[in-house]
């Protein structure tokens, strides 16, 4: 098996010096060769390696001598076609929309002392992102890394040099203003607390964090009842977010001039979504649990008194007990049984209260976004909860703040209230395969495809962007076609429904071992709407 492409990297010239060099544009595809209609190896007939030194992929007049653009690839003699898979029928994106294509990095890049962790290894890997055409790369920025000890004390250092290091190698950078905790979720490998001085507070005053029917608190963002209370140090949440997205914009003044900073992500919730913390591993969930209610502190229940009051229904103004668990199927609960509480008078009061506290939360924010980053886009992510689609309820989903029943679209709510600040929705889960749910889990009744759907037309038809993200690992290459459907959906007679962008999750080793590698790389390009009639250097060599 080939060693991983992130080895392949860094090596020294004096190596290089002594390899033979073939540029780019030395390759072309073989005449009647229609790789869009089969999947071909080139594989080697000598099995004895040499070291060749690749110019940036798809780059004719680049010298391959280059420190920028000079890659490490393996390189065998006389390779020859072999049809992997004869008769298989890929579509041509030949022509297609060009959408953008970003990769987040890891989420441990930046230490907690505000330092770029290895700052070597990246570049190569940045290079080796950059060989493959991506547009960009999504870095995320803590508010508990930057504003970690003292109140309206910013180090924004170590995402200072990052910036320098993207804008240097000519990509684009979009930054995601991340007021929530890191760990304890799927797919988090690193921890990064809140700042040190909110937990202190939360100490004093425990509400200030989201609380279920138990009363445990959920550390991983802070409750939306405390937008407008002034219990932080003196300033309300809303200032506080104002102040730290403030500051970004101020330091990283020269990025936003010379369109380096291509577009900002507000985090809104857990995980950056737009969603309550509904169902959090650290207090026991697991998939497909229906998750819980986090209405329980006393600045939320209070909003839910005024609210029943002021719409002459005081009786409304109260919790469910009723709901279940974290680990809860509906029909198992008294609330979201079929014909439970959740269809009353009262639960669809509750529900709709329950979500418009979600809605005011991103309305208020993406209004000071707006102010703060004035003629930058601005985005927001709304998360993929996609299990128990297919009972009447949808309970997941109801707990996590989107009232989203049947006969019921909780979705274009959150879209109209976007347009009204231009941002953009960012949505994941675009690689999800219902059926593959369903074998898993047939009891959750998920339906990740008809969630997808769902969100994508709403908002094209309230005309905002949409973009996309796999939600988690992708390799191989089902996954990506199924991205590119969702991404450029068939017989589109409008021209118009498709998204505007795409961040792969996430920059790792494993993507840059190099079997990975290729089908990403062909992936970006069909993203790019360029057919892939021939592939890049690596490409033409058998990996095994």
């Known amino acids: 098996m080939a060693a991983a492409f992130s080895s392949l990297v860094g090596q020294p010239r004096a190596i290089l ?3 033979p060099t073939v540029s780019f544009s030395q390759i072309r ?5 229609p790789l869009q209609n089969s999947r071909f190896l080139l594989v080697n007939s000598s099995s004895v390696p040499r070291t060749c030194t690749m110019a940036m992929v798809g780059d004719d007049k680049v010298d391959p001598a280059r420190d920028d653009h000079s890659i490490n690839w393996p390189s ?4 020859k076609v072999v049809d992997a898979t004869p008769g298989f029928q890929e579509r041509d994106f030949t022509a297609t929309p060009y959408i953008p294509v970003y990769v987040m990095l890891p989420m441990g890049i930046i230490n907690m002392e505000c330092e770029i962790v290895d700052a070597n290894n990246l570049v190569n890997q940045l290079k080796i992102l950059k060989s493959a055409k991506v547009d960009g790369v999504v870095v995320e920025c803590w508010w508990g890394i930057v504003e970690a000890q003292t109140p309206q004390r910013y180090n924004w250092s170590g995402y200072k040099r990052l910036f320098e290091i993207v804008r240097d190698l000519n990509l684009k950078l979009r930054v995601v203003m991340s ?25 004093r005053n425990p509400d200030i964090f989201f609380t279920d029917k138990d009363l445990r608190r959920t550390h991983e963002c802070l409750t939306w009842g405390v937008d407008n209370e002034r219990v932080l140090g003196g300033r309300i949440a809303l200032e506080v977010y104002f102040d730290f997205m403030r500051s970004f914009r101020v330091k990283f003044d020269e990025f936003f001039e010379n369109g ?14 737009l969603r309550y913390p509904s169902h959090p591993v650290k207090l026991g969930w697991k998939y497909p649990g229906i998750g819980e209610f986090q209405c329980y502190d006393k600045y939320l229940l209070n909003s839910l008194k005024k ?17 279940g668990s974290y680990n809860s199927k509906p029909q198992n609960t008294e609330f979201f049984r079929d014909g439970g509480e959740y269809n009353s008078i009262y639960g669809r009061f509750f529900l709709k ?77 675009l690689e999800l395969h219902t059926v593959y749910r369903d074998i898993d889990f047939p009891e959750a009744l998920a339906d990740p495809e008809g969630l997808v759907w769902q969100v994508l037309n709403v908002a094209w038809e309230a005309y905002i962007p949409v973009a996309g993200e796999n939600t988690g690992p992708c390799y191989h290459r089902e996954g990506y076609n199924k991205i590119l459907e969702n991404a450029k959906p068939r017989n589109d007679p409008f021209g118009r429904h498709y998204i505007s962008g795409f961040t792969y999750l996430r920059l790792s080793p494993t993507l840059l071992e190099k079997h990975n590698f290729m089908e990403f790389e062909r992936f970006v390009q069909k993203m790019h709407g ?15």
């Open 29 to 33: 595809k073989p005449a009647n060769f």
């Open 17 to 19: 010096s002594a390899s």
């Open 530 to 544: 360029v057919q892939c009639n021939y592939l890049s250097w690596s490409h033409f060599w058998n990996l095994e």
């Open 260 to 273: 380096v900073i291509s577009e900002i992500e507000i985090g809104l919730g857990p995980c950056g979504e």
């Open 353 to 429: 209260w329950y979500t418009q506290v979600l809605i005011d939360h991103g309305d208020q924010v993406l209004g000071l976004a707006n102010l703060c980053f004035k003629g930058t886009p601005i985005a927001a992510k709304l998360p993929g909860i996609y299990w128990w689609r297919n009972d009447k309820n949808g309970a997941a989903e109801l707990t996590a703040g989107f009232y989203s029943v049947k006969c019921r679209d909780g979705y274009s709510p959150i879209a109209l209230m976007l347009k009204k600040h231009g941002a953009a929705l960012n949505f994941t889960c």
């Open 179 to 203: 007021f929530h905790e890191c760990g304890g979720n799927v797919g988090d490998d690193v921890h990064i607390p809140l700042p040190q001085w909110v937990t202190e507070i939360g100490y």
């Open 76 to 79: 065998y003699d006389h390779p």
């Open 307 to 323: 609210t029943a009051e002021a719409s002459g229904g005081s009786s409304c103004g109260k919790v469910p007990w009723n709901a």
